[in-house]
């Protein structure tokens, strides 16, 4: 059974930063993909960054320079390092796990199929 289990969010000030990180574990595929999304209150869940089992990366628009995803195979976690945070990042923040499409991972919820519980982050302004 996987499960994934984030923490380290929290309430910051616009400009500061957090790290969240996720804890997986029953996954038994060799090759998957790992992400963060958020939720809003009112809104979809989007993407946030992703990660292949090779380490590749991707990134939304919205967090290109400021967000960066990484993996710890030995540790089985998966960070978030989330600098110069603004208001309009405040949301529910997933961890979530899946085996992506012909072995390539997408910004996309769909192609995702295990989640974590979420953690809060609020940025204030």
């Known amino acids: 059974q996987v499960q994934l289990v984030e923490s380290g969010g929290g309430s910051v000030q616009a400009g500061g930063s957090l790290r969240l990180s996720c804890a997986a574990s029953?996954?038994?595929?060799?090759?998957?993909?790992m992400g963060w999304f958020r939720q809003a209150p009112g809104k979809e869940r989007e993407a946030v960054a992703i990660?292949?089992?090779?380490?590749?990366?991707g990134y939304a628009d919205s967090v290109k320079g400021r967000f960066t995803i990484s993996k710890d195979n030995a540790k089985n976690t998966l960070d978030l390092q989330m600098n110069s945070l603004k208001p309009e990042d405040t949301a529910m923040y997933y961890c979530?796990?899946?085996?992506?499409?012909?072995?390539?991972?997408?910004?996309?919820?769909?192609?995702?199929?295990?989640w974590g519980q979420g953690t809060q982050v609020t940025v204030s302004s």
């Open positions: 979530a796990m899946g085996a992506g499409l012909d072995n390539r991972c997408y910004l996309s919820k769909y192609f995702y199929n295990y």
């Open positions: 029953g996954y038994k595929n060799s090759r998957y993909c």
């Open positions: 990660v292949d089992s090779d380490g590749g990366t």
